[in-house]
Protein backbone atom coordinates (compact mmCIF):
# COMPACT_ATOMS: atom_id res chain seq x y z
CA UNK A 1 0.00 0.00 0.00
CA UNK A 2 2.30 2.32 -1.37
CA UNK A 3 1.78 6.61 -1.74
CA UNK A 4 0.07 7.80 0.70
CA UNK A 5 2.70 10.64 1.34
CA UNK A 6 2.97 11.73 -2.29
CA UNK A 7 -0.95 11.34 -2.08
CA UNK A 8 -0.68 14.14 1.06
CA UNK A 9 1.93 16.06 -0.24
CA UNK A 10 0.47 17.04 -4.00
CA UNK A 11 -2.02 18.18 -1.62
CA UNK A 12 -0.60 20.11 0.46
CA UNK A 13 -1.04 18.57 3.64
CA UNK A 14 1.09 16.44 5.99
CA UNK A 15 1.76 13.15 5.43
CA UNK A 16 -0.13 11.89 8.20
CA UNK A 17 -3.56 13.03 6.31
CA UNK A 18 -2.50 10.13 2.98
CA UNK A 19 -2.12 7.19 5.94
CA UNK A 20 -5.49 8.31 7.26
CA UNK A 21 -7.14 8.41 3.83
CA UNK A 22 -5.12 5.11 3.30
CA UNK A 23 -6.83 3.74 5.57
CA UNK A 24 -9.78 4.22 4.44
CA UNK A 25 -9.10 3.11 0.70
CA UNK A 26 -8.10 -0.53 2.70
CA UNK A 27 -11.36 -0.15 4.17
CA UNK A 28 -13.15 -0.22 1.05
CA UNK A 29 -10.70 -2.49 -1.16
CA UNK A 30 -11.44 -4.79 1.97
CA UNK A 31 -15.42 -5.12 1.36
CA UNK A 32 -14.57 -5.06 -2.45
CA UNK A 33 -12.58 -8.34 -2.28
CA UNK A 34 -15.18 -10.02 -0.22
CA UNK A 35 -17.45 -8.88 -2.93
CA UNK A 36 -15.58 -10.34 -5.85
CA UNK A 37 -15.09 -13.70 -3.66
CA UNK A 38 -11.06 -13.38 -2.58
CA UNK A 39 -10.48 -15.66 0.00
CA UNK A 40 -7.39 -13.92 0.80
CA UNK A 41 -5.95 -10.93 0.91
CA UNK A 42 -2.62 -9.60 2.42
CA UNK A 43 -1.27 -5.93 3.26
CA UNK A 44 1.76 -4.30 3.93
CA UNK A 45 0.90 -2.07 6.78
CA UNK A 46 4.36 -1.48 8.25
CA UNK A 47 7.07 -2.94 7.32
CA UNK A 48 10.44 -4.16 9.37
CA UNK A 49 12.25 -1.38 7.66
CA UNK A 50 9.75 1.88 8.50
CA UNK A 51 10.92 2.32 12.12
CA UNK A 52 13.78 4.21 9.56
CA UNK A 53 11.23 7.06 8.94
CA UNK A 54 11.01 9.99 11.70
CA UNK A 55 9.93 9.22 15.02
CA UNK A 56 7.04 11.44 14.72
CA UNK A 57 5.66 9.28 11.64
CA UNK A 58 6.18 6.35 13.07
CA UNK A 59 4.11 7.12 16.29
CA UNK A 60 1.43 8.95 13.95
CA UNK A 61 1.46 5.30 12.14
CA UNK A 62 1.02 3.24 15.92
CA UNK A 63 -1.62 5.73 16.51
CA UNK A 64 -2.97 5.16 13.35
CA UNK A 65 -3.53 1.54 13.85
CA UNK A 66 -4.87 2.35 17.13
CA UNK A 67 -7.75 4.25 16.04
CA UNK A 68 -8.68 2.16 12.55
CA UNK A 69 -8.91 -0.58 14.51
CA UNK A 70 -11.42 0.51 17.13
CA UNK A 71 -13.25 2.87 14.28
CA UNK A 72 -13.63 -0.47 11.92
CA UNK A 73 -12.96 -4.07 13.67
CA UNK A 74 -16.83 -4.17 14.44
CA UNK A 75 -18.03 -3.52 11.00
CA UNK A 76 -15.35 -5.77 9.46
CA UNK A 77 -16.48 -8.65 12.07
CA UNK A 78 -20.06 -8.11 10.99
CA UNK A 79 -19.32 -8.30 7.38
CA UNK A 80 -16.98 -11.76 8.15
CA UNK A 81 -13.87 -10.82 7.92
CA UNK A 82 -10.96 -12.80 9.64
CA UNK A 83 -7.87 -10.45 11.01
CA UNK A 84 -4.91 -12.46 10.99
CA UNK A 85 -1.44 -10.61 11.74
CA UNK A 86 1.99 -11.49 10.20
CA UNK A 87 5.22 -10.04 11.72
CA UNK A 88 7.88 -9.55 14.59
CA UNK A 89 4.73 -8.52 17.40
CA UNK A 90 7.45 -9.11 20.16
CA UNK A 91 9.40 -5.73 19.18
CA UNK A 92 6.18 -3.33 19.02
CA UNK A 93 4.69 -1.59 21.88
CA UNK A 94 2.43 -3.56 24.09
CA UNK A 95 -0.90 -1.42 22.93
CA UNK A 96 -0.24 -2.06 19.18
CA UNK A 97 0.34 -5.79 20.17
CA UNK A 98 -2.71 -5.87 21.82
CA UNK A 99 -4.79 -4.53 19.75
CA UNK A 100 -3.50 -6.46 17.35
CA UNK A 101 -4.44 -9.59 19.27
CA UNK A 102 -7.71 -8.67 19.80
CA UNK A 103 -8.61 -7.99 16.26
CA UNK A 104 -7.31 -11.73 15.54
CA UNK A 105 -9.41 -12.90 18.32
CA UNK A 106 -12.50 -10.81 17.90
CA UNK A 107 -12.96 -12.41 14.61
CA UNK A 108 -11.72 -15.66 14.95
CA UNK A 109 -14.75 -17.29 13.80
CA UNK A 110 -15.09 -15.73 10.15
CA UNK A 111 -13.71 -17.50 7.54
CA UNK A 112 -15.68 -15.24 4.27
CA UNK A 113 -12.46 -13.42 3.71
CA UNK A 114 -8.87 -13.64 5.73
CA UNK A 115 -7.60 -10.12 5.92
CA UNK A 116 -4.22 -10.76 6.82
CA UNK A 117 -1.89 -7.53 8.17
CA UNK A 118 1.20 -8.10 7.82
CA UNK A 119 3.19 -5.66 10.55
CA UNK A 120 6.63 -5.82 11.39
CA UNK A 121 7.20 -7.97 8.85
CA UNK A 122 9.68 -8.71 6.74
CA UNK A 123 10.10 -11.42 3.87
CA UNK A 124 13.45 -12.15 4.93
CA UNK A 125 12.78 -11.83 8.59
CA UNK A 126 9.88 -14.68 8.22
CA UNK A 127 12.34 -17.34 5.89
CA UNK A 128 14.67 -16.76 9.10
CA UNK A 129 11.78 -17.05 11.33
CA UNK A 130 10.98 -20.37 10.02
CA UNK A 131 14.36 -21.90 9.97
CA UNK A 132 14.51 -21.16 13.08
CA UNK A 133 11.90 -22.76 14.40
CA UNK A 134 12.24 -25.80 11.88
CA UNK A 135 15.58 -26.19 13.93
CA UNK A 136 14.01 -25.45 17.08
CA UNK A 137 11.69 -28.35 16.46
CA UNK A 138 14.34 -30.70 16.07
CA UNK A 139 13.72 -30.81 12.27
CA UNK A 140 17.18 -32.42 10.87
CA UNK A 141 18.91 -30.74 8.02
CA UNK A 142 18.36 -33.60 5.69
CA UNK A 143 14.47 -33.62 5.95
CA UNK A 144 14.16 -29.49 5.82
CA UNK A 145 12.61 -29.07 2.24
CA UNK A 146 10.49 -26.69 0.86
CA UNK A 147 7.45 -28.15 2.11
CA UNK A 148 8.85 -28.42 5.43
CA UNK A 149 9.89 -25.20 5.79
CA UNK A 150 6.89 -23.53 4.47
CA UNK A 151 5.21 -25.02 7.43
CA UNK A 152 7.05 -22.57 9.53
CA UNK A 153 6.45 -19.74 7.54
CA UNK A 154 4.21 -16.65 9.11
CA UNK A 155 1.23 -17.57 6.69
CA UNK A 156 1.29 -21.35 6.71
CA UNK A 157 -2.27 -21.16 7.07
CA UNK A 158 -2.64 -19.56 3.54
CA UNK A 159 -2.16 -20.76 -0.11
CA UNK A 160 0.33 -18.82 -2.02
CA UNK A 161 -0.42 -15.33 -3.25
CA UNK A 162 -1.85 -15.01 -6.84
CA UNK A 163 -2.00 -11.70 -7.53
CA UNK A 164 0.67 -9.20 -6.19
CA UNK A 165 -0.21 -5.57 -5.94
CA UNK A 166 2.11 -2.73 -5.51
CA UNK A 167 0.36 0.92 -5.54
CA UNK A 168 2.61 4.03 -5.68
CA UNK A 169 4.95 3.48 -8.88
CA UNK A 170 7.64 1.57 -7.40
CA UNK A 171 8.91 -1.53 -9.61
CA UNK A 172 9.98 -3.43 -6.50
CA UNK A 173 9.05 -6.18 -4.20
CA UNK A 174 10.69 -3.97 -1.15
CA UNK A 175 11.03 -7.46 1.56
CA UNK A 176 7.21 -8.30 1.39
CA UNK A 177 6.09 -12.38 1.22
CA UNK A 178 9.61 -12.83 -0.63
CA UNK A 179 8.86 -16.86 -0.03
CA UNK A 180 5.16 -16.89 -0.80
CA UNK A 181 5.12 -15.01 -3.93
CA UNK A 182 7.68 -17.08 -5.89
CA UNK A 183 5.02 -17.95 -8.65
CA UNK A 184 2.60 -14.87 -7.85
CA UNK A 185 1.95 -13.01 -10.91
CA UNK A 186 3.19 -8.86 -10.20
CA UNK A 187 1.29 -5.61 -11.15
CA UNK A 188 2.44 -2.55 -10.19
CA UNK A 189 0.40 0.80 -11.01
CA UNK A 190 1.12 4.47 -10.53
CA UNK A 191 -2.02 4.72 -8.76
CA UNK A 192 -1.57 6.10 -5.43
CA UNK A 193 -2.53 3.97 -2.27
CA UNK A 194 -5.52 6.13 -1.36
CA UNK A 195 -6.74 6.43 -4.60
CA UNK A 196 -6.88 2.74 -5.16
CA UNK A 197 -10.52 1.46 -5.27
CA UNK A 198 -12.65 -1.22 -6.42
CA UNK A 199 -12.35 0.12 -10.05
CA UNK A 200 -8.22 0.03 -9.79
CA UNK A 201 -8.79 -4.05 -7.89
CA UNK A 202 -10.66 -4.20 -11.18
CA UNK A 203 -8.17 -3.47 -13.39
CA UNK A 204 -5.70 -5.47 -11.81
CA UNK A 205 -7.95 -9.04 -11.41
CA UNK A 206 -8.73 -7.98 -15.47
CA UNK A 207 -4.51 -7.58 -15.80
CA UNK A 208 -4.14 -10.95 -13.51
CA UNK A 209 -6.45 -13.17 -15.76
CA UNK A 210 -4.87 -12.09 -19.05
CA UNK A 211 -1.80 -13.98 -17.46
CA UNK A 212 -0.68 -17.45 -18.64
CA UNK A 213 0.63 -18.87 -15.58
CA UNK A 214 3.29 -21.93 -16.44
CA UNK A 215 4.52 -23.03 -12.76
CA UNK A 216 7.76 -23.95 -14.75
CA UNK A 217 5.83 -25.76 -17.37
CA UNK A 218 5.85 -24.67 -20.90
CA UNK A 219 2.38 -24.17 -21.56
CA UNK A 220 -0.43 -25.21 -23.74
CA UNK A 221 0.17 -22.90 -26.75
CA UNK A 222 3.60 -21.94 -28.47
CA UNK A 223 6.63 -23.92 -29.20
CA UNK A 224 6.08 -26.06 -26.29
CA UNK A 225 2.76 -27.83 -27.08
CA UNK A 226 2.51 -31.43 -27.71
CA UNK A 227 5.72 -31.56 -24.82
CA UNK A 228 5.36 -34.21 -21.71
CA UNK A 229 3.53 -32.48 -19.42
CA UNK A 230 2.34 -29.36 -21.14
CA UNK A 231 -1.41 -27.48 -20.43
CA UNK A 232 -1.77 -24.77 -18.34
CA UNK A 233 -4.61 -26.32 -16.50
CA UNK A 234 -2.08 -26.35 -13.56
CA UNK A 235 -4.34 -24.63 -11.42
CA UNK A 236 -3.23 -25.88 -8.77
CA UNK A 237 0.48 -25.85 -9.35
CA UNK A 238 2.29 -23.99 -6.37
CA UNK A 239 5.82 -22.67 -6.08
CA UNK A 240 7.86 -26.00 -5.28
CA UNK A 241 7.21 -27.54 -8.14
CA UNK A 242 10.91 -28.75 -8.96
CA UNK A 243 11.44 -28.31 -12.30
CA UNK A 244 10.61 -24.36 -12.52
CA UNK A 245 12.77 -21.59 -14.52
C1 LIG B 1 2.98 3.71 2.33
O1 LIG B 1 2.94 5.01 1.88
C2 LIG B 1 2.40 3.55 3.70
C3 LIG B 1 3.19 2.87 4.73
C4 LIG B 1 4.43 2.48 4.67
C5 LIG B 1 2.52 2.61 5.97
P1 LIG B 1 4.25 5.89 1.99
O2 LIG B 1 4.29 6.54 3.32
O3 LIG B 1 5.45 5.05 1.68
O4 LIG B 1 4.00 6.98 0.87
P2 LIG B 1 5.09 7.62 -0.11
O5 LIG B 1 5.82 6.50 -0.79
O6 LIG B 1 6.00 8.46 0.73
O7 LIG B 1 4.26 8.41 -1.07
MG1 LIG C 1 6.59 4.73 -0.02
Request: charged share 25%; net charge negative; aromatic share 8%.
Amino acid sequence: MDGNGRWARKRFMPRGVGHKAGVDALVKVVQAAADRHIGFLTVFAFSSENWKRPEEEVSGLMSLLLVALSKHLVKLKADGVRIRVVGDLANVSEKVRNALLEAQAATVDNSRLILTVAFNYGGRWDIVQAARQAMLAGVPADQLDEATLSRYMAMNYAPDPDLFIRTGGEVRLSNFLLWQSAYAELYFTDCLWPDFDDRELDKALASYVQRERRFGDVGSSGEGEGAIGSGDDNDDGRAGTSDAV
